[in-house]
Nanobody, 124 residues
Framework: QVHVVESGGGLVQAGGSLRVSCVAS????????MGWFRQASGREREFVAA????????DYADSVKGRFTISRDNAKNTVYLQMNSLKPEDTAVYYC?????????????????WGQGTQVTVSS
């Protein structure tokens, strides 16, 4: 059974940086794509970033492009999201999930193994 656990969230000031991690189990990470999503209070969950199985291609939401970087370490079954120049509007619970396809994608219904998420709070 595919399962992920997110970690690394916390409280940071605007303009600061934070890296969140996602460890996957029940799957060989090198065979699947991965994605990060977020859900702010009172809002729907939205796409943030995705990476293909080899780590050679990535996709980002316009709101985070140039500030966030998704990466992966297949040997550790771990995916990372490096977040720089954080803004208060980045405050949300961040989730990662597995995309069992070769191509990148933003649709949540194409992802499985959702974790409990990690809270990121950016103070102004």
């Amino acid at each position: 059974q595919v399962h992920v656990v997110e970690s690394g969230g916390g409280l940071v000031q605007a303009g600061g940086s934070l890296r969140v991690s996602c460890v996957a189990s029940g799957v060989t990470l090198s065979t699947v794509g991965m994605g990060w999503f977020r859900q702010a209070s009172g809002r729907e969950r939205e796409f943030v970033a995705a990476i293909n199985r080899s780590g050679t291609s990535a996709d980002y939401a316009d709101s985070v492009k140039g500030r966030f970087t998704i990466s992966r370490d297949n040997a550790k079954n771990t995916v990372y999201l490096q977040m720089n120049s954080l803004k208060p509007e980045d405050t949300a619970v961040y989730y990662c999930a597995v995309r069992p396809f070769a191509t990148l994608g933003q649709r949540q219904r194409d992802y499985i193994g959702w974790g409990q998420g990690t809270q990121v709070t950016v103070s102004s």
